[in-house]
């Protein structure tokens, strides 16, 4: 289990030359993103993003004892899910697109009406009131054995290229650009709904003054927080706007599930072999012990806005095509792992074999990471000289993780929930390209001469390495070489330095240097 | 009537010699074993290089190409040639061995393994150059905190530590006969040897500060000990 840069190279290559002619218009009608957009047919699309996010799913899959109650949090997790994919995408209801749910994490679009910028804001909006007034009020007095959930949420508005990957039976929608990205940035832990100033201006006056102003220090940007609505004020909005929901049958929906999925039909196990995602769902669930990597083309977002306010969007698409796909095959054929998502230009995978053995998974996960950036630096690089000013950013953690597949028929995530997956999601974030920022604990994990190539930022209480590849891992570890004699082999493919003898190779001890 | 000139004509270069004979087979190693290296002769100076790179592969198929010149001296084989960091890939520091000009410091020059009588003399060389130039990717990948295996001290420091090995790391035996290296004492071979052992200097460190002075030359021990020691003038021996 290995990285090859030749093996890359060909990889990177032949998706290159198998991948046609990339499209980009500007989306000016009324379509199915799901069925139009592909990895060559994109589209630039206006448009709210929403992110929405109930941090506590996190804890609960985390701390959440065995037996009954760990089956309340799956329960509860599909039920919020699927209820919440209906009110998203319900035609009757916000008319939106789901994009997906990154754990307990909604990203949705907006953009509909094309190009009505009010009324596009005004539904990402209410979608926002309408989701914290579900979780407040008909979600958890439905589970009032799970603590009280709140919800957290993030939008922005503006252009946004859609595409999609092209794998088959695998595919997921991709947006890239400044909306989708500063949906998901503004988000915080807590229990705090705010919008960005762009989406804010964009607003009605009458949903304006739901709002104050804040400083994101983070960011150091102003944003704008929602704070209370009273139901009676929400549901006229809602009659304004045109949009039904029915916090009835949205009751009735929930209800009418958990009698569907009761507790005693769902199931969770540990997994000895890789699992099979596609084989997950309400009733076959994994829980186990594993590492979490985010690797983020680092710079995309402003590179693909550059690019297409410069024409020049399909080149940066081929880019990113071209990092993605090799990312996806780095972690699945290189190192076995599970290849969960792709979130725009950033992919989350996940190791959990071998099963316990948290020191090779840990192993493994950086090993991941290490190959995502010597990709980028030294293939992608090579091949694609216009994403010289890009680089990968990756986080790793590891920890107990719920892994399965959610929601309503026909439109399931693949979702990894955990405190570890949050974390490494973070860790990701929080570095510039080129970084690899893992937990103390994986670190504790490595090998002597790996560890050294990590340091400590005490700032963010993780271990940083900087602009590690597989060949510097390799002559990290051999440090300790040149003390005994070595076996040199050279010929037209160059020379290589090893400890062991190859067929023609030359051994000496190599001389005692000195320098006058 | 034959008259002897007395004006000597110039020497012919190393790689004229023998009808190009030591060429020729210097050529047909480098040919198998380092073939993207070129031997190059400037007409100007009548000097011989060779130049090119010298590719290294990792195991995961990286390849890190670092260019190279390898000077000759005029006296080829007779001393061995001279290694530089043609492109400027690394900085100079003598903590990674590199002086002036790019120069490769490969070893300690009385140590150095060169034997002129070696048919494989020059591949050897390019062995312990390719190997000088994984130990710089190895200190650079390692964050260039320890020199990657073993090495002599900067400079008279390391000469001392080599003459400190040849007197079996006896301080006290290379303070006594420190002066008789640099040939300020000399003393009589059936006389009592300066270390103090009470034994004729013929048994006992005759032979061994004759091979120091030998190894390291009497030019370089004048070099290394007549010069102004710029940072301590107090040390200055003479």
Sequence with gaps: MSWNYNTSVNRVQAHLDGMGEIEVEKLVRDADLHSLLSETCCRDIYGAHVYVNVPNFADLATITAEGEDYRRVIQGLHLYEREVARIVEGEDIFDGVRIHFQGAKLHALFFRPIDNTSVIAARAVLLQMVLRHF?????????????????????????????????????????????????????????????????????????????????????????????????????????????????????????????????????????????????????????????????????????????????????????????????????????????????????????????????????????????????????????????????????????????????????????????????????????????????????????????????????????????????????????????????????????????????????????????? | MYRRSHSRSKPKPWFEREGGEILRAEQGLVQAHYPSLTFRADTESGRMYLDGQITLQANCGVATSIAVRISFPPNYPETEPTAYDAGGRFPVSADRHIINEGQFCLWLPPCCPWDKDDPSRLLRFLDELAVFLERQLVYDATGRQEWPGPQYKHGTAGYEEFMLSKLANNEEDFRSLLPVILGQLRPGRNEPCPCGSKQKYKRCHASSVADIVSRIGRNTLDFLYKRPNLRNPAATMM
């Design chain 1, 135 to 516: 979780v407040c009020c008909i979600f958890n007095p439905e589970f009032p054995k799970l603590p009280n959930l709140s919800l957290s949420g993030g939008a922005d508005i503006g252009l946004a290229i859609g595409t999609k990957n092209g794998h088959r039976g695998d595919r997921e929608l991709l947006f890239l650009g400044a909306p989708a990205n500063y949906a998901a940035k503004i988000l915080t832990g807590t229990d705090a709904i705010r919008v960005t100033a762009a989406i804010h201006e964009a607003l009605p006056e009458a949903l304006q003054r739901y709002f104050t102003e804040v400083e994101d220090r983070r960011l150091d940007a102003t944003v704008h927080e929602l704070g209370s609505v009273p139901v009676e004020e929400l549901d006229d909005l809602l009659d304004e706007y045109g949009l039904s929901w029915d916090r009835e049958a949205s009751l009735q929906r929930l209800k009418d599930d958990k009698a569907l999925y009761p507790l005693n039909q769902i199931e969770y196990s540990d997994a000895e072999v890789l699992i099979d995602m596609d084989s997950l769902g309400i009733t076959n669930n994994k829980r186990v012990l594993a590492a979490s990597v985010f690797g983020d083309v680092s710079g995309f977002t402003a590179y693909i806005d550059k690019s297409v306010g410069e024409g020049e969007a399909k080149p940066a698409l081929r880019v990113l095509h071209a990092i993605r796909k090799e990312m996806a095959s780095i972690v699945k054929h290189d190192f076995d792992g599970l290849r969960v998502q792709f979130q725009g230009d950033r992919v989350q995978a996940l190791f959990h074999l071998p099963k316990g053995d948290d020191e090779h998974i840990a192993a493994r996960a950086v090993d991941t990471a290490i190959a995502l950036n010597s990709a980028m630096e030294l293939v992608v690089k090579k091949l694609l000289p216009e994403a010289k000013e890009l680089g990968i950013a990756v986080g790793v953690s590891i920890g107990t993780t719920l892994v399965s597949k959610l929601g309503t028929r026909g439109h399931r995530d693949r979702i990894c929930i955990g405190d570890s997956v949050e974390n490494a999601a973070t860790y990701q974030e929080g570095s510039a390209g080129g970084e690899i920022a893992v937990s103390s604990i994986i670190h504790g994990h490595l090998d002597d001469d790996l560890q050294k190539l990590f340091i400590w930022d005490s700032d963010r209480r993780l271990y940083i390495a900087t602009d590690l590849t597989q060949d510097k891992v390799e002559r990290a570890r051999k440090a300790s070489l040149f003390k005994q004699a070595v076996h040199v082999a050279s010929g037209l493919q160059g020379v290589s330095v090893s400890s062991h003898a190859t067929s023609g190779s030359r051994s000496f001890v190599p001389s005692k240097s000195f320098a006058e």
